[in-house]
């Protein structure tokens, strides 16, 4: 069976007016697209479909050291333990415990779930700006969870000139007991 591919972006245009590359990819012909254009089209298809691999509700207890390290007002350093019940829906995984969310657009990515949040927030009542970085990676096969909370505190309104505050808060642990988690 062959199967004609219509013209897309990077097809040479003596392609696009009736000329073929004759390339033969397996029992497919491609007819005007080399390999590296399918392949590149192939990968950006396909990368939709690796989302839809997470559950659409998944809920976890997760346990471990939480490491806090702050830079602004003082040099300061020193680890906890904790346990946190995490809760993925819709793509979103949110701190149950803490009533906070924790990442958006949540992906499966090479066996870990992979997800970010970027935050800015004015508080008028302290005239302050709070800026915030989440970074979320939970291994599928394992349960092992690195979360990763940066914050910078910044005096007025927009996160402009020297912050105020500066701390990095670090999750090491597993969720499950280490087993995997879907």
């Given at each position: 069976m062959?199967?004609?591919?219509?013209?897309?972006a990077?097809?040479?245009r003596?392609?696009?007016?009736?000329?073929?590359t004759?390339?033969?990819?397996?029992?497919?012909?491609?007819?005007?697209?080399?390999?590296?254009t399918?392949?590149?089209a192939?990968?950006?298809?396909s990368?939709?479909?690796?989302?839809d691999?997470?559950?659409?509700d998944?809920?976890?207890?997760?346990?471990?050291?939480?490491?806090?390290?702050?830079?602004?007002?003082?040099?300061?350093?020193?680890?906890?333990q904790?346990n946190?019940?995490?809760?993925?829906?819709d793509?979103?995984?949110?701190?149950?415990?803490?009533n906070?969310?924790?990442g958006?657009?949540?992906i499966l990515?090479?066996?870990?779930?992979?997800c970010?949040?970027?935050?800015?927030?004015?508080?008028?009542?302290?005239?302050?700006t709070?800026?915030q970085?989440?970074?979320v990676?939970l291994?599928?096969?394992?349960?092992?969870?690195?979360?990763?909370?940066?914050?910078?505190h910044?005096?007025g309104q927009?996160?402009?000139?020297?912050?105020?505050?500066?701390?990095?808060?670090?999750?090491?642990?597993?969720?499950?007991?280490?087993?995997?988690?879907?």
């Amino acid at each position: 069976m062959v199967y004609r591919v219509p013209a897309l972006a990077g097809v040479s245009r003596e392609a696009r007016k009736g000329g073929s590359t004759g390339e033969s990819f397996g029992c497919l012909r491609f007819v005007g697209i080399n390999s590296a254009t399918l392949l590149l089209a192939l990968m950006n298809w396909s990368l939709p479909l690796l989302a839809d691999d997470l559950p659409s509700d998944l809920s976890l207890y997760c346990e471990g050291t939480l490491n806090t390290r702050t830079v602004l007002p003082k040099l300061e350093a020193y680890d906890e333990q904790f346990n946190i019940t995490l809760r993925l829906n819709d793509r979103v995984l949110t701190n149950v415990t803490d009533n906070m969310v924790m990442g958006r657009d949540c992906i499966l990515n090479i066996g870990d779930v992979d997800c970010k949040l970027d935050a800015t927030r004015y508080y008028k009542e302290f005239n302050s700006t709070m800026v915030q970085h989440f970074l979320v990676l939970l291994t599928r096969k394992t349960g092992e969870l690195y979360l990763l909370l940066q914050t910078k505190h910044f005096d007025g309104q927009g996160a402009s000139g020297s912050p105020t505050f500066d701390g990095k808060l670090e999750w090491r642990g597993v969720c499950d007991k280490g087993k995997s988690i879907f």
